[in-house]
């Protein structure tokens, strides 16, 4: 059983950075994957980035890359989303899950086994 708990989330002017932290209680194993989605109101969730936690290979969504970056730290049991030049469409409140499963390339929701209670952005234009 892991529990994601994230923080870092908050009002930021369009073009400024913020940092997400999702901290984990439990064990992350070798092959598990990490990523961070991020829901608006009325829509899907959505898949940014993802990192597997023993190589540290990630792969970002197209609406994000060159602009986010994920990276995690074993010592801390956590897991960072780095964002800059942060635009109003990037507001919505995001998730950190784990995936436990073993799947070689998750990117859906249904994939992933355990999530954190979310953190809201908000970018103002």
């Known amino acids: 059983q892991v529990q994601l708990v994230e923080s870092g989330g908050g009002l930021v002017q369009a073009g400024g950075s913020l940092r997400l932290t999702c901290a984990a209680s439990?064990?992350?194993?070798?092959?598990?994957?990490v990523a961070w989605f991020r829901q608006v109101l009325g829509k899907d969730r959505e898949f940014i980035a993802r990192i597997r936690w023993r190589s540290g290979k990630r792969y970002y969504a197209e609406s994000v890359k060159g602009r986010f970056s994920i990276s995690r730290d074993a010592n801390y049991n956590s897991v960072y989303l780095q964002m800059n030049s942060l635009k109003p469409e990037d507001t919505a409140v995001y998730y950190c899950?784990?995936?436990?499963?073993?799947?070689?390339?998750?990117?859906?929701?249904?994939?992933?086994?355990?999530w954190g209670q979310g953190t809201q952005v908000t970018v103002s234009s």
């Open positions: 439990g064990p992350i194993y070798s092959n598990n994957h």
């Open positions: 899950a784990v995936e436990s499963d073993g799947f070689i390339d998750p990117i859906q929701e249904r994939e992933y086994n355990y």
